[in-house]
Nanobody, 123 residues
């Protein structure tokens, strides 16, 4: 059974940085397209970033100047680096793994999802 786990969330002040981590048990993250999504209170879950199996990445425009996605194959971990955090970044952040994802933008492309990690940014 595949288990996706996020970690690294927390409560920070505006302007701080956080790095979220995501692991996939029993699988090699480099063999999956890995995506980060977030869901703020009262809003739909939205795409944040993805890293494809070949290592190329895409970060959604609203946060691309502040967020980055990366992968450490040796640690079998995918990261979401978030800098200059703002209160509007407050959300539950989810990691997902998709074996055959193409655009890696749509939720239906992902096979496995984590439970999410809470990020709260205070003003």
């Amino acid at each position: 059974q595949v288990h996706v786990a996020e970690s690294g969330g927390g409560l920070v002040q505006a302007g701080a940085s956080l790095r979220l981590s995501c692991t996939v048990s029993g699988r090699t993250v480099s063999s999956y397209a890995m995506g980060w999504y977030r869901k703020a209170p009262g809003q739909d879950r939205e795409f944040v970033a993805t890293i494809w199996t070949r290592g190329n990445t895409y970060v959604t425009d609203p946060v691309k100047a502040r967020f980055s996605i990366s992968r450490d194959n040796a640690k079998n971990t995918v990261y979401l680096q978030m800098n200059s955090l703002k209160p509007e970044d407050t959300a539950v952040y989810y990691c997902a793994a998709g074996k055959y994802a193409q655009s890696s933008y749509y939720e239906y492309e992902y096979d496995y999802w984590g439970q999410g990690t809470q990020v709260t940014v205070s003003s």
